[in-house]
């Protein structure tokens, strides 16, 4: 028996133990519903503006978020557009801007770093409906709309962990993305689905150089594998540069030939929940209401296996995957242990998506490297144009 088989049948024992065998077979499905959701809709006069924290056009977070309202505009005949590079302390002024110029009688919130001022600016523009992206709570205009990216990173920790040859592996964050604490301990928990006493290097960086000092410090301590969850493309690019093995996290579907160390992605896709919201506003239905992406809904995806990675992974994937659609296994379930070796939660106890997305500590695994942002010493600047 060669060693990586050994290594397989060891992490399907695991998912045994964690979750069980059934429904291995299963895969995530998009929705097919999206060609039928826009007949016999009359068109009323609603407008939605989107503000996006970076440029679209990147093929970053921003870009990608920008090309699901798009293709959900074309396909309900909704008048979209948008505003981008907006920064937090800006947020108040886009909104200004769509509401005033642009005509807009919805706003969407495109990064989570936006979701508390959306909350207080909300109440200052009580004719105006908002869908605001990273928050849980619901004031009387505004629906919630949030993601389990982890649901994601959960598998990416274990595929990183089976490809790995030294059991030291990389991630780095953008602490301006959904929940990357949570992102961060689900990766460390596939991660030891395959080994229990791995490592997981965790740093934290937003702009490109600083992603690269992360990345090169991952590197240093050992990491031979990176989990990349940035709102920027440039981290799997310089992973692809530096010829390291990674796992991305956007959506790179039809474009995996241009990676060949990448060893999978997930990524969210939210196009039918855009199309749906815009059916919603056309039917004048629209109300305040909260919504989570995940697996089983189809919003949160995970890509097959890669031709990077060991062909075994797949197995694992189709094993995983299913369980985690369905809901039979859950990400933070059972004991958990913070950094020091404490206990968190209980075996019997079930972490709550509020729990979830404040995590603010480590579980045991992850060693953290601390931050590579660096004071931006030129503040960018916004004349507020809105494209569509």
């Not at 060609?35 to 870009?63: A, C, L, Q, R």
């Not at 110029?101 to 909350?119: K, P």
């Not at 981290?235 to 030939?257: F, T």
């Not at 059916?279 to 697996?295: A, E, I, N, S």
Request: glycine content about 6%; hydrophobic content about 40%; overall charge negative.
């Amino acid at each position: 028996m060669t060693s990586k088989w050994l290594k397989r049948a060891a992490v399907l024992l695991a998912l045994c133990m964690t979750i069980g065998l059934a429904g291995c077979n299963r895969e995530v499905e998009e929705s097919s519903s999206e060609s039928s959701m826009t007949s016999g809709i009359e068109e009323t006069p609603h407008k939605v503006g989107y503000i996006f924290h970076d440029s679209v056009d990147k093929n970053g977070f921003s870009g990608q978020m920008s090309l699901q309202r798009f293709k959900a505009s074309n396909r309900s005949g909704m008048e979209t557009c948008y505003i981008d590079n907006v920064s937090i302390t800006d947020f108040e002024k886009a909104v200004k801007a769509l509401v005033s110029d642009g005509g807009c009688t919805e706003i969407v919130s495109g990064n989570a770093i936006f979701a508390n001022m959306l909350d207080s600016v909300s109440n200052k523009y009580m004719n105006i409906n908002f869908i605001n992206f990273g928050s849980l709570s619901s004031p009387a205009n505004v629906s919630s709309y949030t993601e389990a990216p982890y649901q994601g990173a959960f598998v990416a920790g274990m595929v990183a962990a089976f490809n790995s040859d030294v059991q030291k592996i990389g991630i780095v964050a953008d602490t301006d993305m959904l929940c990357p604490t949570a992102v961060i301990n689900a990766s460390a928990r596939g991660m030891q689905l395959v080994f229990s006493d791995a490592t997981l290097y965790s740093a934290t960086a937003t702009h490109d150089s600083e992603i690269e000092n992360a990345i090169d410090e991952l590197i240093k301590q050992g990491s031979d594998v990176i989990i990349c969850y940035t709102e920027s493309p440039h981290s799997i690019e310089y992973c692809e540069q530096k010829g390291i093995k990674y796992i991305g996290s956007l959506d790179y579907k039809g474009e995996e030939d241009k990676y060949p160390n990448m060893l999978m992605y997930f990524c969210s896709r939210r196009d039918s929940y855009f199309l749906a919201q815009f059916k919603q506003m056309q039917l004048d239905t629209w109300m305040p209401d909260g919504y989570m992406g995940t697996m089983s809904n189809g919003i949160i995806a995970v890509s097959e296996a890669l031709s990077a990675a060991d062909p075994e992974s797949q197995k694992l994937i189709d094993t995983l995957v299913p369980k985690l659609v369905s809901g039979d296994a859950l990400v933070f379930d059972g004991e958990i242990k913070d950094t020091t070796g404490n206990i968190k939660y209980m075996q019997a106890e079930t972490m709550t998506d509020a729990q979830i997305m404040s995590m603010d500590w480590y579980v045991l695994g992850v060693e953290s490297l601390g931050s590579f942002r660096e004071v931006q010493t030129e503040l960018p600047t916004n004349n507020f144009e809105i494209k569509s």
